[in-house]
């Protein structure tokens, strides 16, 4: 009997506790569905606002219009607009550049430049080669030249019996981009910078002899890509660096976006070669670039990647596949965290300094701009008025007035951060 009666108590107790379980999930999905009924009018009423700024906008009676917008925290989408139409991206398509490269590397990756030598240090004289290798840093200036300078001062040396020679076998010998306009002001590729400029040996020569260094030349020597081969010339082995000077990825990075830096952008693209194959090439970095967008889930052959910085004219992406290297990178956090610090802040700084201020978008949008002739361009992240985090990507095309482009970017902006 009491066996029985135990029984009947157990089921009882079993079955309160369902419908108390059953009550707590029923107040759950309650909420949740309050939850989602809020986000869904408020994504309503987004798509309203935008359609109607679309449908109002003058200036798309004659340009082209690429819009997307994914809702980051609820990994959803948003808007879209002709999103999938191929799309010269002008500068943001160093966004594909700077996320190819966090994703290959990382953040901690440094840029490095290095005076070696080849022969012997007798007493304080060098009888030998002083061998200059270059890695592409854009970022290398005077006070680095004066530092490389002093190490060899420091190192004992006063008198070179031998040539200086230039390392530039890091990259190909092109100095242009494909698809670069001959009478833009475009950046030099060469592998061995300073100040931006082809100019390091002479410089460094002129220095050393300012400072008392004796250098009886036998000449001087280039060591490109395709014009030396390393491993028969007497340099195929050289001893320890004198002096190496090194440019964090995040320096570098930085420049390239806050300020749409075009040589620094080129550099960038330059090292995700080097994942390929040494030395770096062109066509290598577009391969590394075109294995990502693979990874991602598109089709390499759609698009067109011609250089790092989008000075080209052969550059063709869509709003999407920015949308998709926004998500790439917002998902990963080793890409993140140095991503989203280096993007232009609205209102603030960089070439976002003077836009959408006194608008919601006011430090709310962090974006790459992007500006060529007929084309104005702007992605990134931003932070809608429920908190959640957006990634967008806004191609105006045919346009014939930049400021016409950026006026309408800056109110797509306003509406997706709640104005």
Known sequence: MKKYIFSIVMLLSATILRAQSNSQFTIHDSQLSTVNCQLSTLNSQLSTKLDSLIREASLLETTQLGLMVWDLTADSVL???NHRQRMRPASTMKLLTAI??????GGNYQFTTEVRYKGEIVGRTLVGDLICVGCMDPSFDNGDMNYLVDRIRVA???????????DKSMKDTLLLGQ????DDDNPCLSALLLNRKDNFVNRLTTLLTDVGVVIIEHGTLNIEHGTWNMENSQLSTVNSPLSTVHSP?????TRMMKQSDNLYAESIFYHTALSIARPATQKNARTAVRQLIQRLGFDPAQYTVADGSGLSLYNYL?????????RHAWRNESIRRHLEPSLPIAGID??????????AAHRNVRAKTGTLTGISSLAGYATAANGHQLAFAIINQ????????????DKVCALLCGE
């Open 100 to 105: 190819t490269m966090l994703d290959l590397y």
């Open 156 to 166: 004992g040396i006063d008198t070179i019996c031998g040539r200086i020679v230039a």
């Open 79 to 81: 808007y879209t607009y």
């Open 398 to 409: 045919g346009i014939v007035k930049a400021k016409d482009g950026k006026a309408f970017q």
């Open 350 to 359: 960089g070439t976002l300094k003077d836009r959408m201020k006194n608008t």
């Open 249 to 253: 990825l995040n320096e570098i990075l």
């Open 318 to 326: 869509s709003p999407e596949l920015l949308t998709a290297f926004l």
């Open 179 to 182: 698809g670069w306009c001959w």
